[in-house]
């Protein structure tokens, strides 16, 4: 299902899609991969945080779970 937004961009947001649709990217394209990055971004957000929070975690002192 389609849902439309509203997005008011900026001068430097007005940019980046003008230097797209140079290379033939649609305004729709670039903000869809913007969004992918974002997405990423915060899954990576969250692996950090894991690994910050394992960190001190001694997995030799666990028995063998086989």
Known sequence: MSKTIGFRPGPAELDVLARAAEHG???SDA??????????EMWWQGA???MERLADEDLTTEPDAW
Do not use: C
Not at 31 to 40: E, Q, V
């Open 25 to 27: 990217t649609s305004t």
């Open 31 to 40: 903000i869809k991969r913007g969004l992918a990055l974002l997405d990423r």
């Open 48 to 50: 950090r945080d894991d």
